[in-house]
């Protein structure tokens, strides 16, 4: 009896053996046929450039957008303001510029020539005084500190008349060129103003320029948006690939511009591939031994795009290479 069971599990343990080694040779075998590729697909973010409360969100999740929809808008009234603080600005430049163009008015210009007259009229007046005080003193009639009050007074009466006579030349004569140059640069320089706060409200309204389907919406209307954070993602699956990795032994089969055929289990269709990227990987755990005392092979990246256009795949499907019937 006791030799019977010993038989038996004896018999049974052999049978295990077998099957784990039959299990391990159909894995070796297999893995050195197929290779997995994982469908990827360019993933764009879209935000601002300028912060904001997210105004309205104009797409959901999974939607499909073209270049020039509208994504998001944002609110902001600190531009509103700064815009009109620029139009503020560029009316008190306007103006300026306009007064230096045009010079001095009419009434300013008469009002100019009286007080020239009046200056040249006291100017006179001072003299006439000074000559009769002149001859007073020559007769000893006046002291020589009444003489030298005349003449101060007649000096200070014609400085006046000198003076009023420039202003009423400048008044006549415009205004100089480079006032006017300058007053036109002040007015340039307001109105860059406001067309850098023009840009900035342009980026309140935000739209795409690729086309893809919505992933995921990580700001919601009402939050705050940062400057350069992503509001909406999108992904653009017309650019989608397939990425796997193969070793140097199997890169002869894959180099850029080879042909293959791959099978995705998703769609349960065999289509055809193009190589368009080798790239070899890091050294972080990219070697292989093929044997034990044989040389190491390195482990390269390789993406392939479909010949013709593919319907409903989506990033993270998978497709089964198979390294015997690939290339046929």
């Known amino acids: 009896m006791k030799r019977t069971t010993s038989i038996i599990t004896a018999l049974y343990i052999a049978a295990l053996v077998a099957f784990i080694g039959y299990g391990y040779f159909l894995q070796s075998n297999s893995a050195d046929h197929l290779l997995q590729a994982t469908v990827e697909a360019p993933e764009i973010r879209i935000s601002a450039k300028i912060p904001g409360r997210v105004e309205s969100i104009s797409v959901r999740e999974g939607q499909t957008v073209a270049p020039g929809d509208l994504i998001f808008t944002l609110e902001s009234p600190e531009l509103i303001a700064k815009r009109e603080q620029a139009l503020a600005l560029i009316e008190a430049k306007s103006a300026l510029k306009d007064r230096a163009v045009?010079?001095?008015?009419d009434e300013e210009v008469a009002m100019a020539k009286d007080n020239m007259l009046q200056a040249q009229t006291a100017s006179e007046l001072a003299q006439k005084s000074?000559?009769?005080?002149?001859?007073?003193?020559?007769?000893?009639?006046?002291?020589?500190?009444?003489?030298?009050?005349?003449?101060a007074q007649a000096n200070a009466a014609n400085f006046a008349m000198q003076a009023a006579t420039q202003r009423y030349q400048m008044a006549t004569n415009g205004t100089d060129q480079e006032l006017i140059s300058a007053a036109e640069s002040d007015l340039r320089a307001?109105?860059?103003?406001?067309?850098?706060?023009?840009?900035?409200?342009a980026e309140t309204r935000i739209s795409s320029n690729k086309s893809g389907e919505v992933t995921s919406v990580l700001i919601h209307e009402g939050e705050i948006?940062?400057?350069g954070f992503p509001v909406v993602t999108l992904v653009n699956l017309d650019?989608?690939?397939?990425r796997f990795h193969v070793s140097e032994d199997q890169l002869s089969d894959f180099n850029k511009g080879a042909s293959f055929n791959a099978y995705l289990p998703a769609l349960d269709v065999t289509e055809r591939f193009t190589v368009?990227?080798?790239?070899?990987?890091?050294?972080?755990?990219?070697w292989?031994?093929?044997k034990p005392?044989?040389?190491?092979?390195?482990?390269?990246e390789v993406h392939a795009r479909p010949q013709i256009p593919l319907q409903n795949w989506r990033a993270g499907m998978s497709a089964v290479i198979n390294l015997a019937e690939s290339h046929s």
């Open 190 to 201: 307001a109105e860059g103003v406001l067309a850098e706060v023009d840009a900035a409200m």
């Open 130 to 151: 000074l000559t009769r005080l002149s001859n007073l003193f020559n007769d000893g009639l006046v002291p020589e500190q009444k003489l030298d009050e005349a003449k």
């Open 102 to 105: 045009r010079g001095a008015r």
């Open 288 to 290: 292989r031994a093929t």
């Open 225 to 227: 948006s940062p400057a």
């Open 293 to 300: 005392g044989e040389y190491d092979l390195k482990t390269f």
């Open 239 to 242: 650019d989608a690939y397939i």
């Open 276 to 286: 368009d990227f080798v790239s070899a990987m890091g050294d972080y755990a990219n």
